[in-house]
């Protein structure tokens, strides 16, 4: 069963305008999150990240939202450029054995389209 | 540079013909893994390796092993390719929560 959810396959946004990615998860043994970003014919690229000790982290143009008692997180991009068209993966992690290593959980992605 | 590497970038071959794809990281990272992305089902995890000699299977390791006798390269080997393992497949590389993938090797099993 799939502990990492983002339920929207894709997302259309106009250029200028806020795009809001979001991501729902099952395992509260969870305590780091992760945002990459992935475009065609490459591999993905670290975006963005929060701690489960957090609740907003910001950087630039990208801000995630975690909502632990919810289990949802959300990554907004103001203002949107279309060169942020990509798809998005939502990924947890559970640290193992109190190291900062872990497995990374993925979700099915997101296609944001950003059309001027 | 940082990187990761994978060899090949793009292979046909058929059902039954052993295979192996390389992957090879240069940032001294304890951590590997592999994973295929197909349509519709994101990233999937397939094997990892926490360190030298150290493997661990993921969420869809049947029909793969892997090996991991030095630190800086993680070998995906498919004995018998099958139809299904017709793919994308994306390497990474971590000492922590971040993961640092490679460029994919598009794999195509007739």
């Known amino acids: 069963d799939q502990q990492v959810k983002q339920n929207s396959p894709s997302l259309s946004v106009q250029e200028g305008r806020i795009s809001i990615l979001n991501c729902d998860y099952t395992?509260?043994?969870?305590?780091?999150f992760l945002w990459y970003k992935k475009y065609p014919a490459e591999g993905p690229t670290f975006l963005i990240s929060?701690?489960?000790?957090?609740d907003k982290n910001e950087d630039g143009r990208f801000t995630v939202f975690l909502n632990k008692s919810a289990k949802h997180l959300s990554l907004h991009i103001v203002p949107s450029q279309p060169g942020d068209s990509a798809v998005y993966f939502c990924?947890?992690?559970?640290?193992?054995?109190?190291?900062?290593?872990?497995?990374?959980?993925f979700g099915r992605g997101t296609q944001l389209t950003v059309w001027p | 540079e940082a990187q990761v590497t994978q060899n090949p970038r793009y292979l046909i071959t058929v059902t039954g013909k052993k295979l192996t794809v390389t992957c090879s990281q240069n940032?001294?990272?304890?951590?590997m893994s592999w994973y295929r992305q197909d349509p519709g089902l994101g990233l999937r995890q397939i094997y990892y390796?926490?360190?030298?000699?150290?493997?661990d299977k993921g969420d869809v390791p049947e029909g793969y092993k892997v090996s991991r006798k030095e630190k800086r390269n993680f070998p995906l080997i498919l004995e018998s390719p099958s139809p299904n393992q017709t793919s994308l497949y994306f390497c990474?590389?971590?000492?922590?929560?971040?993961?640092?993938f490679g460029p994919g090797t598009r794999l195509t099993v007739t």
């Open positions: 990924a947890a992690s559970e640290a193992d054995r109190g190291s900062t290593l872990g497995r990374l959980y």
């Open positions: 990474a590389s971590s000492h922590s929560y971040e993961q640092y």
């Open positions: 929060i701690s489960s000790i957090k």
């Open positions: 390796s926490m360190n030298v000699e150290v493997t």
């Open positions: 940032m001294n990272h304890e951590y």
């Open positions: 395992n509260s043994m969870f305590d780091y």
